[in-house]
């Protein structure tokens, strides 16, 4: 069949240093793709680097920067919102941090210690994500094996919204997807904002924190590439405490702060000195999100795990009786301390299980399914193999339809439930 003629076809000659910017238009209409190949020279994707003549793809809502050190050709075909060329970016600064943790492994093999725990903070839209794949990108391309730690729980990139995770890289991130995931190590949260329940978050937190050091000392190669820690955008208040207890939980050795001084210098204050504080410029290449469009990439998120990135994962869908399974949620309607029993406080109700009857309540719901086999053993800090949804819910028969990764049957596990919801369309 005859080809549509596209007269949109882009080329863009890069001086070394710049990058080409461009978002993809995200009207209603899904289905825009614009391709992208590097014609000449060479040329980067968030630290991946582009093989010439390959065309990548990307779709409706993808904000890209492609970045040149020694300039290159890139030829752009199909509809974007802008695309424009830059020639300021901050990537001289980014490639020099990623010189400093790469002096600091080197140290730590020669010393036989482990490697340079880095930690990324700053408000919401400020590139943090983006640096973590940078930086986590040109380690491996260094052939080291650094962790990724994401404690985002809104907007995470290794498993479902809700959760924090952990996963060893060991080869660069795909141009339009995230790492690769071998096995990763994820704890249930439950819910997108970290300030929903302080108590579980720090509680996840240090689990998260404990079972990657006990990692990194068990896989040397990883031990001396040390880890890349991405934040949430929640930095002021209970958020900075947060902060706080990430450097102290994952033994932070660098936090790398982008966009705001005044989070900089608060942390300079109060880290002990050890601990190094950078400040870095954020880009200007970074696009602001709307409410509309986070809540639009945590349901892509979601989809994504069941569907995978090209819908190539085909989940099953099954019915549950009530009987054969616990659902339990964390955290217990708040009390003041005057009534709780002698010696609790209230922040001990919010890391409480709490029993869920099955029901319409769960209906659209994300459940994780624990490692846990019962409530006698710490349910809340133990890791999650995985999630399903809640996709019907027949109070007749007693019965739930869920979606799930696995075949049937669901493990003989306790589930927990999110406060993620997710409408599956398919
Ligand atoms: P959050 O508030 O969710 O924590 P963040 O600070 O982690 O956000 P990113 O997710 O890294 O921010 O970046 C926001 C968006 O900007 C992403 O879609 C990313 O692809 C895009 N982006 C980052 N850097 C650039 C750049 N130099 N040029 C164009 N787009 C960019």
Request: hydrophobic share 35%; glycine share 8%; aromatic share 8%.
């Amino acid at each position: 069949d005859a080809k549509p003629k596209d007269s949109s076809e882009q080329e863009f000659k890069l001086e070394p240093d710049t990058e080409l910017r461009f978002e993809v238009e995200n009207p209603d209409n899904k289905s825009e793709k614009v391709v992208l190949e590097l014609k000449s020279g060479n040329a980067e994707i968030f630290g991946t680097e582009l093989v010439k003549d390959k065309p990548y793809f990307f779709w409706s809502g993808a904000k890209v920067a492609v970045f040149t050190w020694h300039g290159c050709t890139l030829e752009l075909k199909g509809k974007t919102d802008v695309a424009y060329v830059a020639k300021e970016t901050p990537m001289v600064m980014y490639l020099n941090v990623h010189a400093a943790l790469e002096e600091e492994r080197k140290k730590s093999e020669a010393e036989g210690k482990r490697g340079p725990i880095a930690m990324i903070v700053g408000p919401t839209d400020v590139g943090k994500s983006t640096l973590c794949k940078i930086l986590l990108n040109y380690a491996v391309r260094a052939t080291r094996r650094p962790i990724f730690v994401d404690l985002d729980v809104g907007q995470g990139q290794i498993s479902v919204p809700g959760t924090i995770g952990a996963l060893l890289v060991e080869r660069p991130s795909g141009v339009d997807e995230g790492f690769s995931q071998l096995a990763p190590l994820v704890y249930h949260y439950g819910n997108n904002n970290p300030g929903a329940n302080t108590a579980l978050y720090n509680t996840v937190v240090t689990s998260l924190g404990e079972v990657t050091m006990d990692r990194m000392r068990s896989n040397k190669k990883a031990n001396h590439s040390g880890a890349i820690i991405n934040t949430c955008g929640w930095v002021k208040g209970d958020g900075y405490h947060q902060i706080l207890h990430i450097a102290q939980a994952f033994e932070a050795d660098v936090i790398l702060v982008l966009d705001q001084e005044r989070l900089y210098n608060e942390l300079v204050r109060d880290m002990p000195d050890s601990v190094r504080t950078l400040f870095l410029p954020k880009s200007g290449g970074v696009v602001e999100r709307t409410s509309k469009s986070r809540i639009d990439s945590r349901d892509a998120r979601v989809r994504e795990y069941f569907y995978g990135t090209k819908t190539n994962l085909y989940p099953h869908s099954f019915d549950v009786k009530f009987s054969d399974v616990r659902i339990y949620k964390i955290g217990a309607p708040s009390l003041p301390d005057s009534c709780m029993p002698l010696g609790m406080k209230a922040e001990d109700n919010m890391t409480k299980l709490v029993q869920v009857t099955p029901g319409m309540s769960v209906l659209n719901h994300l459940l994780a399914v624990s490692f846990a086999t019962g409530v006698e053993e710490d349910v809340i800090r133990t890791n999650v193999a995985g999630f399903v949804c809640v996709t019907e819910v027949d109070m007749d028969r007693q019965t739930m339809t869920v979606l799930s990764p696995q075949p049937r049957p669901l493990p003989q596990t306790l589930l927990l439930l999110s406060e993620i919801q997710f409408m599956d369309s398919h």
